[in-house]
């Protein structure tokens, strides 16, 4: 089973050049993610019910470009496969022409609430039918390594946390995104995000900022996201024009 | 003339307390104006056409409480008056079952996106038929004064930057929620603010936060946000439990 979900894209989702931002982009991809779970009968929801929720785990997304003030997308996801630990939801980004504009592969674990450790996936066997065969649209997330590079202090503030109590997934994505010179955003087309959540960051937690240096091409920039030695979240964008 | 508009409160819209945050309650308020003026011919996208905007001079709500995740809030507008310089929206915000929980005075004056000064709203007089002889539905948005004391530094980043190239409007009451305990934000069952919009701040501007010291009430906070002597945004809170 699979499902198509439909955002409007809006004045509060765009920047200055009236293209939705990447964070919120991502918010969209999670959005979908959250409601088809729903659906099926195996959302947050219901995962509460049972002390239980779902960690998104790593992350790629490709955009082909970005989505107008506006814009109408429709976001088909398909969940194609899933272990003892991870879970894979896969998803396509069109437009309303139709054309493909994007295409995404997401990687989640099941936590217990009470000891946030991961549980057996297997317990989901009875949803097997909810399995669609259809390989992921685009290559895996990659495993995103540590970096050493320029350090920004920055200490976790009421905004940052969700529902969850827990930094937003996409607020590492702003934090790394707003590292960058506002040009190389503005003039970027395309691009493709890798992300591993590997910690969660609570609230005023005073954590560092590290955008690699090692990166020698254009367009290209690693981050990790860090707690003194511990790293919260580590990505890889490449951005083209 | 009016409009009612309907939103979904997403998981991306709560925080810890699963209720709406107070920006993102200003952010549907903010929507439900622009697809309202967009609805009767002077919405941003039309101004645009003829080099003017609108632009948010002041904004006072009051929520009995903060709708919930999964909750679906109607938001009533309707422009009750216009003078040369600035024009009056209210709204009224219902829930699922009809009942009022919440309302909202807003004022906007149209500047000329060349000069950034003011227009005269005359221009719009055509526009007359749109007006509805309903008063507004709280107490008009305060004049805030200056306050004096903690000042937390804050420097502009990328995310904070709306359509126009300016801070977005809501971002500011971001950043003054998140000096509060955030005790007081999830013991809070309702609220007043009246902000005051006085300058636009841009990329990379370095402000200070400052939370006024005089309030002596509990519940009640004051803010001005500045870069030195000149205020870009005041604004007063006042929760109740």
């Not at 219901?46 to 779902?54: E, R």
């Not at 450790?117 to 009875?126: E, I, N, Q, V």
């Not at 240096?213 to 996201?225: K, P, Q, T, V």
Request: proline share 3%; with cysteine; net charge negative.
């Amino acid at each position: 089973m699979a499902g198509t979900y439909s955002y409007k894209i809006e004045p509060r989702d765009i920047d200055v050049t009236r293209r939705v931002r990447v964070s919120t982009m991502g918010e969209l991809i999670l959005q979908a993610a959250n409601d088809d779970a729903d659906n099926l009968g195996f959302g947050v929801r219901d995962l509460n019910l049972s002390n239980a929720s779902w960690v998104l785990s790593r992350l790629a997304i490709e955009m082909r470009r970005l989505p107008q003030r506006h814009e109408q997308i429709d976001i088909y996801t398909w969940v194609s496969d899933y272990g003892r630990l991870v879970t894979t939801r896969n998803m396509t980004v069109s437009d309303a022409s139709g054309a493909e504009i994007g295409a995404v592969v997401t990687q989640w674990a099941m936590i217990d609430l009470e000891t946030r450790r991961p549980r057996d996936l297997s317990a989901l066997s009875s949803k097997g039918t909810s399995l669609v065969d259809r390989e992921p649209p685009i290559e895996r997330p990659a495993k995103v390594g540590s970096c050493s590079g320029e350090e920004r202090p920055y200490e976790v503030v009421y905004s940052d946390i969700d529902f969850n109590g827990h930094v937003g997934s996409m607020k590492y994505v702003e934090w790394m995104i707003d590292t960058l010179p506002v040009e190389t955003l503005s003039s970027a087309e395309n691009f493709r995000l890798d992300i591993n959540y590997l910690h969660e960051a609570k609230l005023g937690e005073k954590l560092v900022i590290c955008q690699g240096e090692e990166m020698a091409l254009r367009g290209r920039y690693h981050f990790d996201i860090r707690n003194g030695d511990i790293s919260m979240c580590r990505a890889k964008v490449e951005m083209g024009r």
